[in-house]
């Protein structure tokens, strides 16, 4: 099932984490060297499906990519005893982005080569015993504009997202990055925070 409305401006956002030594060396590490790599593999997809669409490339379009800062977070399920998560944000928006329009099969494409970064991080998704369990690198797609998807090996938007802290708190603060974020307004009498 997908519904996607084209009018509403499109972004997408990209849960990490990881809370054991990868290759690149510690969780933190492993976000600071995985975060160009997953950079260049967003841009490569984009440039890829605009090529095979036929639009053009502008290189004075480059996608705009705002990242959270880390976050140390506990490990939510799993067991017990493992270390704390390293976790960020990443929100993708503008730019040559905006001309990829949101679907299943291109999706699936990204997720796919989210897939291999975490393979090359170290990363071993054939141990299926251990739910949440420990992790070198977890590159999640947490939504696409307005893309819903519900199928075995993709939910979009990711169904736990706004339940969890690590993945709230992360993405306000990469939204508050937005050249126009919302601002407060001054406390109000009969509106109690």
Known sequence: MSSINNSIPQTLTIGLGANTN????????????????????????????????????????????????????????????????????????GGNFLEVPPSIELARKLLKRFLLIEKDFGRDRSIKSLRWGPRSLDIDLLAWGELQVNSSDLTLPHPHSIQRNFVIIPLAEALKKNPAPPSQIPPQRGWQE
């Open 22 to 93: 990868s290759p690149a060396g510690s969780p933190e590490s492993t976000l600071i060297i995985a975060r160009p790599v997953i950079e260049k593999v967003i841009n490569e997809w984009i440039c890829s499906y605009l090529n095979k669409s036929r639009s053009k490339v502008s290189v004075d379009s480059e996608s705009v990519f705002v990242w959270s800062p880390l976050y140390k977070t506990k490990p939510i399920g799993g067991p017990q005893g493992q270390p704390d998560f390293v976790n960020a944000v990443l929100v993708v928006q």
